[in-house]
């Protein structure tokens, strides 16, 4: 698993118990397309939002879950007119539902990688 293109092109996975992962699936393509849009990069979008270059890279590739304080940030620096605005009551809700800010795939990953690391 130290292939770095399994980061970008992971199988997909059945949608979460509770329902979120096409929220987030969704949301972070249309971070990634209008972020190339407006001629941005990763780092550039990352210095505009206030956060870092890692956090923008993790949410593209659907490891961290876009929190409201970011989508409004990002929607005006990204000229989305309110498209990501409208998500945030959608993201308020699923964020209730799960108990971590990682996606289900991941979190099975991180297991597994800590059962290797202590077995």
């Given at each position: 698993?130290?292939?770095?293109?399994?980061?970008?092109?992971?199988?997909?996975?059945?949608?979460?118990?509770?329902?979120?992962?096409?929220?987030?699936?969704?949301?972070?393509?249309?971070?990634?397309?209008?972020?190339?849009?407006?001629?941005?990069?990763?780092?550039?979008?990352?210095?505009?939002?206030?956060?870092?270059?890692?956090?923008?890279?993790?949410?593209?590739?659907?490891?961290?879950?876009?929190?409201?304080?970011?989508l409004?940030r990002?929607?005006?620096?990204?000229?989305?007119?309110?498209l990501?605005?409208?998500?945030?009551?959608?993201?308020?809700?699923?964020?209730?539902?799960?108990?971590?800010?990682?996606?289900?795939?991941?979190?099975?990953?991180?297991?597994?990688?800590?059962?290797?690391d202590?077995?």
């Amino acid at each position: 698993m130290n292939d770095l293109s399994d980061r970008e092109e992971r199988p997909e996975r059945p949608a979460e118990v509770d329902g979120t992962a096409h929220l987030f699936h969704a949301l972070r393509k249309q971070i990634k397309v209008l972020r190339e849009a407006a001629g941005l990069s990763q780092k550039e979008l990352a210095v505009r939002v206030n956060v870092s270059e890692d956090l923008i890279g993790a949410i593209e590739r659907g490891v961290r879950i876009p929190q409201p304080d970011l989508l409004e940030r990002a929607d005006s620096v990204l000229g989305a007119r309110g498209l990501l605005l409208v998500a945030i009551p959608e993201v308020k809700e699923a964020l209730k539902k799960i108990r971590t800010r990682h996606p289900d795939w991941f979190r099975d990953y991180a297991t597994a990688e800590a059962a290797r690391d202590h077995g």
